[in-house]
């Protein structure tokens, strides 16, 4: 089975693809709760994106939680990661190998795949331009498909791009990421904002509800406490008017598509 977190659906749609080579079932991680997931199939695979050279909290929270009895069948089977970046993983493997240790799992293969890069709270960061994002996107299918053949072979490998400084960047900047990464007060919506709620569907821990204007006769959207930093309704809007403070003003967008 292949358990997967996406925000703007990258991972989703690397996890779609593998799952449907390989025969594996998909499941968002958000929608199937650690204490009663049952195992199935012939592995376990993980596949979500990168965050700040880390694994994103989500996933950790949910891999410290998962069941005595899904552990006890995942130590029989081989354990893969896909780690679906915009350009490099740091010692994100390093941190999950550490995460599956404290529950006696170890991990039997993983890879790294290059997507279109969603960040863009901080300065300096934006999405990709539209050149590099197609060039990424044309190289996922062949990228999944090299793996699917690897998996279904039994041929077990570890092929991250960790970046330089790897070590430095998961040490430094990943715990600040955690503390400081996101105020989900800072969350709101400009004058562009047209009531669809995109937004609200595409969060993928339901961090956000449409909630009724009574003055304007429409519903806005109002981000919760329980933010993932996926950037999914800032990407998702179709009329760029989901604001993350002044962050956000001049960045881009990109959306795969569904996140599950
Ligand atoms: C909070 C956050 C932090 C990120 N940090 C990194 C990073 O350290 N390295 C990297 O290559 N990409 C980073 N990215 C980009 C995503 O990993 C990348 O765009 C990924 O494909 C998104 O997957 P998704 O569409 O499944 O959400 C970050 C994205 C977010 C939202």
């Not at 390093?94 to 529950?103: G, I, P, S, T």
């Amino acid at each position: 089975m292949i358990l997967f977190f996406s925000g703007t659906g990258n991972s989703y749609h690397v996890a779609k693809s593998v799952g449907d080579s390989i025969g594996e079932v998909v499941c968002p991680l958000v929608d199937c709760s650690p204490e009663d997931l049952t195992y199935t199939g012939n592995s376990l695979g993980l596949v979500f994106p990168i965050y700040s050279w880390g694994v994103p909290p989500i996933v950790i929270n949910y891999l410290k939680n998962l069941n005595d009895s899904f552990v006890n069948d995942a130590l029989r089977k081989p354990i893969w990661v896909i780690m679906v970046c915009g350009d490099e993983t740091g010692k994100a493997p390093d941190m999950l190998r550490k995460v599956l240790a404290k529950r006696g799992l170890t991990l039997t293969a993983g890879w790294s795949v290059q997507a279109p890069n969603n960040y863009v709270i901080l300065p300096g960061f934006d999405v990709d331009s539209k050149q590099v994002e197609e060039e990424k996107l044309s190289k996922i299918k062949n990228l999944c498909d090299i793996i699917s053949r690897k998996l279904n072979n039994r041929e077990f490998e570890f092929n991250f791009v960790e970046g330089p400084l790897a070590r430095l960047k998961t040490k430094l900047v990943y715990p600040l990421f955690k503390r400081w990464g996101i105020f989900p007060s800072k969350w709101g919506y400009t004058d562009a904002c047209v009531s669809c709620g995109k937004c609200a569907s595409a969060c993928p821990v339901g961090n956000i509800t449409m909630s009724f204007n009574v003055k304007e006769s429409k519903s806005f959207p109002q981000w919760g406490d329980n933010c993932e930093s996926c950037l999914a309704c800032y990407h998702v809007c179709p009329r760029h008017a989901v604001k993350y403070g002044n962050a956000t003003r001049k960045k881009g967008q990109y959306y795969f598509g569904p996140n599950k």
